[in-house]
């Protein structure tokens, strides 16, 4: 009996039906996973544009191609050559050479008169001529003299005379030669003139004699006036010519 009991409760467990397993549960979806934002290319570089080939003179074609006309390409006008050079006149003054022609010194009361100069003032004069002479066509010498005597009362202290010259071209008109000779040359002579008074007056001991600036215009003019005065002299001391 107790056998069948235990037959019995084995067929129970038998006849009841097996209960389904339950589904595994289904995995949750993740969010996708963000890509690292990536760094933009870097820009192409623009492709070169081809260079043109270079066209070619007129007349003139490259190898293996037919004539080509040429673009771009005028023609320019030949640039003015250099002047003949006897197109341009020639200068009105040309200094050809410079020299002194005489320079001296005197200081005949040395030394006394050097203690005299710190008791007095001294009294100086000076005078100045301007001469020419032609040489050859157009070349002509013009001299400038300087001649200066320093005084203290009686006593002489120096004289120094200079004679300094010029070598000149000149190229103006007849009416302007003159003028030219005797004004513009000792114009470009007078300050190495000067220059030389200067130096020789300092080198025997005293100060250094500085010219002022020279008028020649008006020397010019005073030596029209002279000359115009000379030849009217003669003039007014004729006898006046009598009937006959």
Same mark, same amino acid.
């Given at each position: 009996?107790?056998?069948?009991?235990?037959?019995?409760?084995?067929?129970?467990?038998?006849?009841?039906?097996? =209960?389904?397993?339950?589904?595994?549960?289904?995995?949750?979806? =993740?969010?996708?996973?963000?890509a690292a934002?990536?760094? %933009?290319?870097?820009? $192409?570089?623009?492709?070169?544009?081809?260079?043109?080939?270079?066209?070619?003179?007129?007349?003139?074609?490259?190898?293996?191609?037919? %004539?080509?006309?040429?673009?771009?390409?005028? %023609? =320019? $006008?030949?640039?003015?050559?250099?002047?003949?050079?006897?197109?341009?006149?020639?200068? %009105?003054?040309?200094?050809?050479? =410079?020299?002194?022609?005489?320079?001296?010194?005197?200081?005949?009361?040395a030394p006394r008169v050097f203690a005299l100069m710190q008791k007095a003032s001294p009294d100086i004069s000076v005078n100045i001529d301007v001469r020419a002479q032609p040489i050859q066509d157009s070349a002509f010498e013009v001299q400038f003299h300087v001649h200066a005597k320093c005084s203290v009362g009686d006593t002489v202290a120096f004289i120094v005379e200079v004679v300094y010259a010029g070598l000149f071209s000149v190229n103006v008109s007849r009416e302007l030669l003159e003028p030219t000779l005797l004004i513009e040359c000792p114009r470009l002579l007078f300050p190495f003139a000067r220059n030389i008074v200067a130096d020789l007056t300092r080198d025997g001991g005293f100060p250094p004699l500085m010219l002022g600036p020279v008028d020649f215009t008006a020397m010019y003019q005073n030596q029209l006036q002279r000359r115009a005065a000379g030849a009217a002299a003669p003039a007014s001391g004729a006898p006046a010519a009598t009937p006959a």
């Open positions: 009996m107790a056998r069948k009991g235990r037959n019995n409760r084995s067929a129970d467990k038998a006849a009841k039906p097996s =209960q389904p397993a339950s589904p595994p549960a289904a995995p949750k979806p =993740q969010a996708p996973e963000r934002p990536s760094a %933009p290319p870097p820009p $192409a570089a623009p492709a070169a544009a081809p260079r043109p080939a270079p066209a070619a003179p007129a007349g003139l074609a490259p190898a293996g191609l037919g %004539p080509q006309p040429s673009v771009g390409i005028r %023609p =320019q $006008a030949a640039s003015p050559g250099p002047e003949p050079t006897g197109a341009r006149p020639p200068a %009105p003054i040309v200094i050809n050479a =410079q020299y002194m022609k005489d320079a001296s010194l005197e200081v005949p009361n």
